[in-house]
Structure formats: structure tokens, C-alpha cells
């Protein structure tokens, strides 16, 4: 956010997107090898592809379209989709629990 405010938008997607790869390395690696794959046609198989394999595509996509300076806008919108699909993961649960309850 830093590197945002500062002006710096290359730094900032390359630093957005080596967080996205360090989730994924810390969090994503270690479930698969305890679990396993569960990519199941339902709610959990989809956030499961997403998680494992479509967050570290589009970060490292992104932080190779800003190394060889190219397409920065595109770079902006593939390191904030991983983002962008956790919110709304977020907000779809709240609107279940307001409707349905616990």
C-alpha cells in the first residue's frame, strides 16, 4: 500500500502479487499435500481452483507483465482478482446469514 500511495504502481502489483504467491506457497502448498485435490463441482471445488490454481496464474502473470513493461493496466486487474473473488466470497456469506441465520 505504500508503494500505492507513493505513486509507484509497478512495485506495488509486484508486491501484491508476491503476497498472493506467498499465501499460496505457505497456505495453498501445504493443504494440498495433507488433503489432497478436492476438485469437486460445488461451491468448495471452485474456491479450491481458485485458491490453488487460478491466484498464483494471474499473480505470477501479473508480475511478469510489469517486469518486461508491458500491459500495466491488465497487470492492475489480474493481481486484484484473487482479491476480488475473496470479498466476494465475504459478502455472499453475510447475505446468506442475514437471510437464512445460523
Do not use: Q
Amino acid at each position: 500500500m505504500i508503494f500505492a500511495a507513493l505513486g509507484n504502481v509497478r512495485r506495488a502489483i509486484l508486491a501484491l502479487a508476491a503476497l498472493v504467491l506467498t499465501t499460496w506457497l505457505l497456505d495453498g502448498l501445504p493443504s494440498i499435500v495433507i488433503h489432497g485435490l478436492r476438485l469437486k463441482p460445488d461451491y468448495g471445488g471452485l474456491e479450491e481452483f481458485v485458491l490453488y490454481f487460478f491466484a498464483p496464474a494471474t499473480a505470477v502473470a501479473a508480475a511478469l507483465l510489469v517486469l518486461k513493461d508491458r500491459r500495466l493496466p491488465l497487470a492492475r486487474v489480474l493481481v486484484c482478482l484473487p482479491a476480488l473473488f475473496k470479498w466476494t466470497v465475504g459478502v455472499i456469506c453475510i447475505v446468506a446469514i442475514l437471510i437464512y441465520g445460523f
